[in-house]
């Protein structure tokens, strides 16, 4: 299985090799900064990033990471034993208390 893992990856990276677009240009080779020009006053000079919205996408991809750990134990759940429940509720109060940290931090608030 491991041998098959690997030689997706493998292919995948010899074929967008062989297939992917080979002209470079000085616009697709520039750093891209979330919309803004490097280059013309854009972030870096002496503007502020703001990392408001980093904050946000990590907190969307920890939920869905954690969506994605419970659905194995949604679809097993009739076979499984009691100490894989209080497993699952562990991990949910763990969760609830990162989420209450993000809402005392006022992470999730726009203004």
Same mark, same amino acid.
């Given at each position: ?8 990856? +493998?292919? /995948? #990276?010899? #074929? ?9 240009? @000085? ?5 891209? %900064? ?8 854009? +972030?870096?000079?002496? !503007? @502020?990033?703001?990392?408001?919205? =980093? $904050? #946000?996408?990590? $907190?969307?991809?920890? *939920?869905?990471? %954690?969506? /994605? *750990? ?6 097993? =759940? !009739?076979?499984?034993?009691? *100490?894989?429940?209080?497993? /699952?509720?562990? *991990?949910?109060?763990?969760?609830? +208390?990162? =989420? +209450?940290?993000?809402? &005392? &931090? @006022? #992470?999730?608030?726009?203004?």
């Amino acid at each position: 299985m491991l041998l098959v893992a690997v030689g997706i990856g +493998v292919l /995948a #990276v010899i #074929v967008s090799a062989i297939l992917g677009p080979k002209k470079a240009s @000085r616009a697709k080779l520039m750093a891209y %900064e979330s919309g803004n020009d490097p280059e013309h006053g854009g +972030v870096g000079t002496n !503007q @502020r990033f703001p990392v408001h919205f =980093y $904050l #946000v996408a990590m $907190l969307f991809i920890i *939920f869905d990471i %954690e969506t /994605a *750990f419970f659905y194995p134990l949604a679809v097993a =759940y !009739q076979k499984l034993i009691p *100490f894989a429940f209080f497993e /699952a509720l562990t *991990f949910v109060l763990l969760l609830l +208390v990162g =989420y +209450v940290y993000v809402l &005392k &931090k @006022r #992470v999730l608030e726009w203004a």
